[in-house]
């Protein structure tokens, strides 16, 4: 996608179709209050043009509506903002993408004047919001279509009255939300590949393959013999199954002043390529999906390599377990138990309770690199929909620093999160009677806070640490205009590059 930018503009740059925002106002006619656009910053003529028009009567400039007229030779959309006190971030990004959805099959080039549509005032953040919702939106996996999806725009310029002094702050607002955007739908490919594509073996190559020549980036794969000597015996059971080699992919970005003091932030991503519940075999209607079950993993690499392409001045680490859980005459049987990679020894209860048991022995691995704060991502339980639906992402953790600080990026992020708690008695609950822990809970009742008790066992000790499960919005967010109505959305990579943004 060609962005460009337009300052010192006075007239629209020449483009298929002009979109110009109209927020709503109330006017009292005939002694009635009603509601009609303002039209704030438009040129005279063209807002002249729409009110002369019968047709646009019923226009109003609400949220989520809009109308298309021509103007001297011009192809116009009204994008209706609603009311104005309550345009944010989210509402631009959520109306740009309603109007690049409706445009994107139809034109080559669309103009747009900010100066219409200006989030409090500030460009910078209306820039960069635009830019997230034009690339959010374009983006679709018809990869295994014989018929491309292709959208027809291909050039987007951003008009403002704004002077030329502002072009480098105002470029580079829409340069690092073009990398984060990237970043997300990198994320999105990965996860909705097939399995019968991208196994653990296929999946660490690609990663290395993006990685590559993004500079202050290291990376090394661990093997199956390398898992062995590790002792990380549950990640191992999970793959005892599997046709293909267990890879735990260790990244490092390492930004380019970096000094002793130079803040660690570690990212761990479950990276269960399929999961058909090994012999606690899931039901035929759970299995579909089930490809789904690596999207933690996806999630954390699209931010780390979001972090690494902006340059960020923190270092930060992804650790990425990737195995599939498959059924074999090797597969691990329920109530079996192994030690993990810390020495502990785990009851499995059940083999669908997987990703834990691979999340565990990484968070030990990870634990080793001595970060000062390690967040993992998972699809980890469908408790977490339960309780919170499919728009929320489950936040647990040990540090009520970190916690609160996952929850502010998220709110600046515009993504929806929602701290659960970690209770005694649930940590007590996942104490097995003949190994030191087990692999699930005794009864069904608070499934997600539960797995992250156990997970807390595996994290080093005095180590800031918080889990997001991810289950519910990982899928299909069909709520959201700037993500595919199914699929991978790829929500969290933008609070997570959020927190490294602002870590300090």
Request: proline share 3%.
């Amino acid at each position: 996608m060609d962005i460009n930018l337009n300052l010192n503009s006075s007239a629209p740059s020449v483009a298929d179709i002009l979109i110009l925002g109209t927020h709503t106002k109330t006017e009292k006619k005939a002694k009635k209050e009603v509601n009609v656009p303002a039209m704030s910053g438009w040129f005279k003529d063209c807002k002249e043009a729409l009110e002369s028009l019968a047709a646009a009567a019923d226009f109003t400039g609400d949220a989520g509506t809009s109308f298309t007229f021509d103007w001297e030779g011009q192809r116009v959309l009204a994008l209706g903002l609603g009311d104005k006190k309550d345009f944010d971030a989210e509402a631009a990004r959520r109306a740009m993408a309603n109007a690049i959805n409706a445009q994107k099959l139809l034109v080559k080039s669309v103009a747009i004047n900010i100066d219409t549509m200006t989030v409090k005032g500030n460009l910078e953040t209306t820039l960069s919001a635009f830019t997230e919702a034009i690339h959010l939106s374009l983006y679709d996996f018809d990869k295994y279509l014989s018929t491309k999806r292709t959208p027809k725009l291909k050039k987007v310029i951003f008009d403002s009255k704004a002077k030329k002094t502002a072009a480098k702050k105002l470029e580079q607002a829409i340069k690092e939300a073009t990398l984060v955007s990237e970043s997300v739908n990198v994320a999105r490919d990965f996860v909705n590949e097939p399995p019968n594509v991208l196994n653990s073996e296929s999946y660490a190559k690609e990663v290395l393959k993006d990685v590559k020549n993004i500079k202050g980036v290291k990376a090394k794969v661990l093997g199956k013999a390398e898992l062995k000597k590790h002792k990380m015996g549950m990640f191992l059971s999970v793959n005892a199954g599997s046709a293909y080699q267990p890879q735990l992919v260790h990244l490092t970005y390492t930004p380019p002043k970096a000094t002793k003091n130079t803040k660690h932030i570690a990212f761990v991503g479950k990276g269960l390529t399929f999961d058909t519940g090994g012999y606690s075999l899931k039901p035929g209607a759970s299995m579909v999906n089930m490809k789904f079950d690596m999207a933690g993993s996806a999630t954390v690499f699209g931010a780390f390599r979001a972090c690494a392409l902006l340059g960020l001045p923190v270092k930060v680490s992804c650790f990425l377990g990737m195995t599939d859980n498959a059924v074999n005459a090797l597969a691990t049987m329920p109530d079996s138990i192994v030690t993990a990679k810390n020495g502990k020894t785990v009851e499995i209860l059940n083999t669908d309770a997987e990703g834990r048991l691979v999340l565990g022995d990484v968070l030990t691995y990870a634990s080793e690199h001595e970060p000062d704060a390690i967040i993992d991502a998972a699809t980890l339980t469908g408790a977490c929909l339960v309780a919170l639906g499919t728009e929320v992402c489950g936040l647990m953790g040990n540090d009520k620093k970190l916690t609160n600080s996952l929850i502010k990026a998220a709110e600046s992020a515009d993504e929806y999160i929602w701290e659960l708690p970690i209770k005694k008695e649930w940590r007590e609950d996942m104490k097995s009677n003949i190994a030191d822990l087990k692999n699930i809970g005794s009864n069904r009742f608070a499934g997600t806070p539960k797995a992250a008790a156990f997970l807390e066992n595996f994290v080093g000790e005095g180590i800031p640490w918080a889990h997001l499960d991810i289950a519910g919005c990982g899928d299909s967010q069909a709520h959201l205009p700037y993500c595919p109505k199914k699929g991978a959305s790829g929500v969290m990579v933008r609070t997570l590059v959020e927190l490294v943004k602002t870590t300090k």
